[in-house]
């Protein structure tokens, strides 16, 4: 399957707890992005990266949120000191340019308790 | 602000009824509009993208259209398997390529 991909599908942890979530593209796809849904809504833009440079975050993104795209391959999302507003599924997607059809990952779904 | 807003937030249909979905928008510049759809506990699914005003794209039983200022699915026929959410999103010719969502609309076709 040459989708993208996310790991872990499920996450429980603690309040204050730090978690890490990775997101593989679809192979050559240039362009990542992070998404948050919670119930009922759409997804919300997190961050954005061409490559390796990630050139957008959101003004809604906690300074304990941080994304990472180390070789411009696959990207990791890291939430410092969670808390129960956390809790949501994060949604990863990639496009190849100039194309602008973003393709999503089944999400992985946090439950802060 | 660019904003996106989907109506009905619901709807019940009989199988074969057919209906539509509006997606009303507001953008500075509209590089592109798309629609996905989203099956409980699972990532968007890409249907569509519009570019202009005028333009019409169809799948199976879906057809979508664009305005200036708003965006249908129209749904022909439906069969249960068509229950889900559909999602219209924008994204703006000054933006870095996210995608700005509305919240979409729940759609249960009954047999």
């Known amino acids: 399957d040459t989708g993208v991909s996310q790991d872990p599908r499920h996450k429980i942890t603690k309040r204050g707890q730090n978690v890490t979530f990775r997101c593989d593209p679809i192979s050559e796809h240039n362009r990542l992005y992070w998404y948050r849904q919670t119930l009922g809504q759409g997804p919300e833009f997190l961050t954005y990266f061409q490559n390796e440079a990630q050139l957008e975050k959101s003004r809604l993104l906690s300074d304990r949120f941080s994304a990472e795209r180390p070789k411009g391959s696959f990207s990791t999302l890291e939430i410092q000191r969670t808390e129960q507003g956390d809790s949501a599924m994060y949604l990863c997607a990639s496009s190849f340019s100039p194309y602008n059809e973003q393709f999503f990952g089944p999400g992985t779904r946090l439950t802060v308790l | 602000e660019d904003q996106v807003t989907q109506s009905p937030e619901a709807l019940r249909l009989q199988e074969g009824e057919s209906s539509s979905l509006n997606c009303s928008y507001t953008v500075s510049g509209l590089r592109g509009l798309f629609w996905y759809r989203q099956d409980p506990g699972k990532g968007p699914e890409f249907l569509f993208t519009?570019?202009?005003a005028g333009e019409e794209k169809e799948k199976e039983r879906l057809k979508a259209t664009l305005t200036k200022k708003e965006s249908f699915l129209h749904i022909t026929a439906p069969k249960p398997e068509d229950s889900a959410t559909y999602l219209c999103?924008?994204?703006?010719?000054?933006?870095?390529?996210?995608?700005?969502f509305g919240s979409g609309t729940r759609l249960l076709v009954r047999p």
């Open positions: 519009l570019y202009s």
């Open positions: 999103a924008v994204q703006a010719v000054d933006s870095s390529y996210k995608l700005i």
